[in-house]
């Protein structure tokens, strides 16, 4: 290896180190994971056990808000844990509504062909959800559209992604949801909620770390603003030394 090869060795490890720190915090890392899973595994752990409704529903909503005091109490973010408790409680009323256990698991289908929808759509328009989402972590906001082209290709392909592996779940999930008995359903969404995000959060790293590094639009409106600052100064100064003159 020349001494000209380690900074690029260097450099593309600090990149792929930054776009795993910004995924994990987009997205929840491995936290952000257990406390989507845990409500909905303890819902189906017990309907498979007594096939009570209510028991199950106010169980999983009872661990959804656990896992926000927990995250209250340890005075961490809780964007994660809040959405949490809005799926498991709209999960809760529709299958309330209707009696019938399955539809606990409706809304979270809907949202997720909702989110399977956006991400292709919002790519086919030129403006790909995944850049949108991750622009203000990497503090690049939108520049990735008309100043980053290499980056905004790599968002394209992690829109499509994350679109086409939605959508790949939502087909396997929504038949069944018609013929397959509770119980079942249960399990196999359960099975379902992991690997295809990993998957997904796996492919968005890939073409994000390959891609052009992310232009810092914060880091250049302090400089822009630090270069007035000393316009302005300069300005003020050569403003006095003419009327010393003077």
């Known amino acids: 290896m020349t001494s000209l090869d380690k900074p690029t060795a260097d450099q593309d490890a600090d990149s792929k180190a930054v776009t ?6 987009a997205f929840g890392g491995v936290r952000g994971m257990v406390e989507t899973v845990v409500p909905g595994l303890l819902f189906v752990t017990i309907f498979t056990i007594n096939k009570d409704l209510h028991m199950s529903a106010i ?13 209250l ?15 498991v409680a709209f999960g809760v009323v529709f299958a309330m509504m209707t009696g019938n256990a399955k539809d606990f698991y409706l ?14 759509v919002t790519t086919l328009c030129g403006v790909p959800l995944i850049g949108l989402i ?6 690049e906001n939108l520049s990735w559209r008309t100043r980053n082209p290499g980056r905004k290709k790599a968002y394209a392909k992690a829109s499509w992604a994350w679109g ?3 959508l790949a779940k939502c087909a396997i999930l929504f038949p069944m949801y018609w013929w397959a008995d509770t119980t079942k359903f249960g399990w196999v969404l359960i099975a379902l909620k992991i690997p295809p995000f990993l998957l997904a959060v796996w492919l968005t790293w890939v073409f994000l770390a390959k891609a052009p590094a992310p232009i810092d639009v914060f ?3 302090e400089a822009e603003e630090k270069a007035e600052k000393e316009a302005e100064a300069a300005r003020k100064e050569a403003g006095a030394a003419r009327h010393r003159k003077a």
């Open 219 to 221: 880091a250049e409106m």
């Open 73 to 87: 109490v340890m005075k961490d973010t809780v964007k994660h844990a809040f959405s949490g408790v809005f799926g």
């Open 107 to 120: 809304p979270g289908m809907l949202y997720t062909l909702g989110l399977a929808v956006a991400y292709i």
């Open 164 to 166: 086409l592996i939605l």
């Open 20 to 25: 795993e720190a910004a995924l994990f915090e």
């Open 59 to 71: 169980a999983a909503l009872a661990m959804s808000l656990v896992l926000v005091v927990v995250r």
């Open 134 to 139: 991750l622009g203000p972590v990497f503090k």
